[in-house]
């Protein structure tokens, strides 16, 4: 049967340690010129944000569930520092996304209330950034990047939900690892345009709900009620 999985997401705090920098929900590092000379490196401290998100699929008695996902992502730029001369720039700016993903997903043991489940699919994400400063306010240059990209994506992910209502819907906690490929946003008042390595995990909460109705997927001509096995078997045929 079909389902619906919707998932707010408040990051759990910040991360910075090798080349990952932000929060849970955003990752932004090395900006490179297109023309494939090094610019310079950033390391960013994004504030909070927000993942939303919605998906409808389908879900087969023997664990394999494909679904199309609908998904936005949005943090605050809070500062950036420059490893070339280890400036810290304050900002105003934000980074978002929105994305449309293929995923496919394995869900273990379906015949109990506590499910894991791990997946992954592919698709684009429109990813857009403003005022986001490359240099002091008072630079001669241009000092920030903005615009956006569309651009191919994929994702990896696991999760573990618990089944409620008779199996009608399931909450749970949904980790995802989504990559979109080098994003190129414009340079303020010039010509250049700059790539970006845009990766975002997140933790998120989920809601997904069976239009089916409850219980497990049942095989053919299973009467309401019968409870079925992972297969969709009666278990006392």
């Keep these: 049967p079909l389902g619906v999985l919707l998932h707010p997401l408040k990051p759990l705090g910040d991360v910075l340690a090798g080349g990952l920098c932000g929060p849970l929900s955003a990752l932004l590092c090395n900006f490179l010129q297109t023309q494939g000379s090094e610019l310079n490196s950033f390391s960013v401290d994004y504030k909070d944000g927000t993942v ?12 394999l569930r494909p679904e199309v996902a609908f998904a936005y992502r949005q943090n605050d730029i809070d500062s950036v520092s420059r490893a070339v001369d280890g400036t810290t720039l304050a900002s105003q700016g934000d980074i978002s996304a929105m994305s449309i993903f293929g995923n496919v997903w ?35 240059s241009a000092n920030t990047v903005g ?3 569309d651009v191919f994506s994929y994702q990896a992910g696991a999760g573990l939900a618990y089944s409620i209502f008779d199996d009608a819907a399931r909450i749970g ?16 008042a010039s010509q250049t345009s700059l790539e970006t390595d845009y990766t975002t995990p997140s933790l998120k909460s989920a ?17 309401e009620g019968v409870a079925v096995d992972s297969e969709g078997c009666p278990l006392d045929s």
Excluded at 175 to 188: H, I, L, N, S
């Design 52 to 63: 939303l998100g919605g998906v409808i699929g389908y879900e087969f008695a023997g664990g």
């Design 106 to 140: 394995f869900d273990f043991n379906k015949s109990g209330r506590l499910q894991p489940y791990i997946g992954g699919g592919a698709g684009m994400s429109r990813v857009e950034a403003s005022d986001f400063p490359i240099a002091p306010a008072s630079a001669a």
């Design 147 to 149: 615009g956006k990209d």
């Design 173 to 188: 906690l949904d980790y995802r690892y989504m990559v979109a490929d080098k994003p190129a946003f414009q340079v303020e």
């Design 207 to 223: 809601l997904r709900y069976r239009l089916g109705g409850g219980e497990s997927a049942k095989g053919p001509g299973t009467p």
